[in-house]
């Protein structure tokens, strides 16, 4: 399942349809501070005088990532980056704040979740999540990571089974995970699903062939799920066999369908956590090199 986009303006388009400058400046809100050509990344947004208000040149448009820095740091909402313009959204007072301290705890919380209920994640909720999970950062805002939701156990049992017979070719091998795997094997035979743990669904983030940054963005949006997902009741774990054997067996990259022109990066199993967490474990402290 693809996660598509929100419906909205298309780019370029101002709310009456007609093509419009890239962006879009109220004149009785500029207070003409230049907060935005001073935080826009590609420097491309002049600034306003007394007798101009800011904007971009024609021959500079195409520069422009729609980042949205400029709108999304204008102090009074003066400016409209022109892009999806209908799809903007204001930010409630005091919404997304959270103190050091209540941030700390929640990202302390987070676990890898190796034990799941039976009870389906529904697909209006993974959609909520990805929603948030669009605004990750990625290299020159080129948001360039697709989904495919696994979301019928029994698909998610099939890759497992999958993953295991890629493991079963790795046994007296000159691989890396050969002396690994019998034990991982014997697992798997005597009934425990050491793959995909039993969980019921599994995200897989896939992106372009021949785009070398994008393997980084990938991990970037997976740990925004990961780190989004406990919000809506929901428990993750980086599933790294799964991504190992889909990187190179060839049987569980047709069972994954990625589309052509697009390569597999990585996945990630979820579900409704079986445990609630009630401590912290501890962790090695941290060691940082000051310079």
């Known amino acids: ?59 500079k448009a195409e520069i422009c990532i729609a980042c949205g820095h400029c709108e999304a740091c204008c102090p009074t909402q003066a400016l409209l980056l022109n892009v999806g313009p209908g799809e903007k959204r204001l930010i409630p007072a005091g919404a997304g704040t959270l103190s050091p301290g209540d941030l700390g705890s929640y990202l302390r919380k987070r676990r890898s979740v190796r034990r799941y209920t039976d009870e389906p994640v529904p697909r209006e909720t993974v959609l909520q999540v990805l929603d948030v999970v669009r605004y990750a950062p990625s290299g020159g805002n080129g948001q360039p990571v697709r989904w495919i939701v696994v979301h019928d156990p029994a698909k998610v049992r099939r890759i497992a089974v999958l993953t295991v017979e890629w493991m079963k070719t790795l046994v007296e091998s000159g691989h890396p995970m050969s002396g690994y795997v019998p034990g991982l094997i014997g697992a798997w035979e005597a009934g425990y699903d050491v793959i995909c743990r039993d969980a019921p669904h599994l995200l897989v983030a896939h992106i372009p062939e021949g785009n070398p940054a994008a393997s980084v963005d990938a991990i970037i949006a997976l740990a925004h799920f990961d780190i989004a997902a406990p919000a809506f009741g929901i428990g993750t774990c980086w599933a790294g066999f799964v991504s190992m054997a889909a990187t190179a067996y060839e049987p569980l990259k047709r069972e994954l369908g990625i589309p052509a022109g697009r390569r597999f990066a990585y996945a990630m199993m979820f579900g409704r956590p079986r445990y609630a967490v009630h401590g912290i474990p501890r962790r090695n402290p941290v060691q940082v090199a000051w310079r």
């Open 1 to 59: 399942m693809e996660c598509g986009e929100e419906p909205g303006t298309a780019a370029g388009d101002d709310l009456n349809g007609d093509m419009m400058e890239t962006i879009l400046v109220d004149e009785d809100l500029c207070t003409r501070c230049g907060i935005c050509s001073a935080v826009c990344p590609m420097a491309i947004v002049d600034a306003a005088d007394e007798d101009t208000l800011p904007g971009v040149r024609e021959e």
